[in-house]
């Protein structure tokens, strides 16, 4: 059974950074696809950044792009989200997930090319 469990969310002040962690088990890590989303109050599940099996190939969201940095570690099978000069907006509870199929492509960007997704972290970004 496939797990995946969010840490590293808080509390941050505009500007600040944050780094999430999603440790991942219970298949091969290194075969799939991994995925950051987040969920505002009122608003729908949407993409924020994914990574490639293997790491080499990343895909993010305008909103974050450059601000972000997703990689991973395939030893450790975990996945991580770096996140620099937060804004408010960005405050939302993140969750990671992964496909069923390896090897899916970065620039699916749906909630429906992932089958699996953990209990979410909160962020909360301060003005």
């Known amino acids: 059974q496939v797990q995946l469990v969010e840490s590293g969310g808080g509390l941050v002040q505009a500007g600040g950074s944050l780094r999430l962690s999603c440790a991942a088990s219970g298949r091969a890590f290194s075969m799939y696809t991994m995925g950051w989303f987040r969920q505002a109050p009122g608003k729908e599940r949407e993409f924020v950044a994914a990574?490639?099996?293997?790491?080499?190939?990343?895909y993010y969201a305008d909103s974050v792009k450059g601000r972000f940095t997703i990689s991973r570690d395939n030893a450790k099978t975990t996945a991580y989200l770096q996140m620099n000069s937060l804004k408010p907006e960005d405050t939302a509870v993140y969750y990671c997930?992964?496909?069923?199929?390896?090897?899916?492509?970065?620039?699916?960007?749906?909630?429906?090319?992932?089958?699996?997704w953990g209990q979410g972290t909160q962020v909360t970004v301060s003005s």
């Open positions: 997930a992964a496909p069923q199929r390896a090897y899916t492509i970065v620039q699916d960007t749906t909630t429906g090319g992932y089958d699996y």
């Open positions: 990574i490639s099996w293997s790491g080499g190939s990343t």
